[in-house]
């Protein structure tokens, strides 16, 4: 399949560069899968097209890398995304540049902290020690800011705008942001309805949004993402009397990759490295919500699976015209 079939023209002004209050008022783009009909809505719909007995999947994953600068002792400028800590004094980090930093060169942080390159991984990433701290875990807190995507050239105020308001287990690059517009109040009307909720995660990495550079699909290689599902997602999707609808791509490829049949799943983790493409045969997830996607990338893909190519591509082209908010800090789409 052709890679160049999922283009659109994206104008930058569509890009959203801040993150509007509150959360939940947001427009929805609404996609009904079985007939291909587009409505547009405001998020807050989303009460009234939720059913009793439905099923949410959230992917409780928390943004906890950090962009950070430093200086070689030649000067030479040195950028950290620093992933995860991996050791008591050492992380896995992206490096830029990263072919000029090899084991044993070492770089002083703008915070004043020393670090040393101690391995060398592909794609960039640098295993890196930090030689003076005592406490990395508290380190890591204070340093440099959360990375918002290269797209978002305005600083937010306030990070916890871009965590999910149920976010707790730490190890995400990026926000699964479906996930932004949720607050506990719709959580509560959600609830009194009778819709039902549970939880999985995934570790999002930074690749999983980038541009598909291959020109076919079957060129295209995944990167591995770690996930998670716990015996009480497992239960809850096994028992679920409604449908089951992933907040975000994230959940969908977490429960689609643990899936062995219709709405059976295994518990457990591991590095998923699913490509969901139009004509896969789905086994658990009816639904979703999801924002709007940069061109030519695997989310566009994964959506036109779930509700066809040629309702995914008209509904990109009435949110063009209708100037929805697009990307990480934009609107939100619901396909049902």
Known sequence: MNISDFDYELPEELIAQTAIEPRSSSRLLHIDKASGEIYHRQFLDC??????DDLLVLNETRVTARRVFGQKATGGQVEFLILRQIKNHEVLAMAKPAKRLKVGARIRL?????VEVTGELESGIRQIKFLESQNLGKTLGKLGRIPLPPYIHTLLEDEERYQTTYSSIGGSAAAPTAGLHFTAEVFEQLSKKGVQFTKVSLDVGL????????ETTEAHEMHGETCRVGAETVSAIQNCAGRVIAV???SVRTIESFSKGHRQLSEGEMSTH??????????TIDGMFTNFHMPRTTMLLMLAALCGKSALLSAYDQA???????LSLGDSMLIL
Do not use: C, H
């Open 248 to 250: 975000g791509t994230t």
């Open 274 to 283: 699913l490509f969901i493409t139009p004509g896969y045969q789905w086994r």
């Open 320 to 326: 063009v015209k209708n100037r929805y908010r697009f």
């Open 207 to 214: 690749d999983t949004f980038r541009p598909i550079m291959a």
């Open 110 to 114: 703008e915070s004043g902290e020393e």
């Open 47 to 52: 009460i009234d097209l939720l059913e009793s």
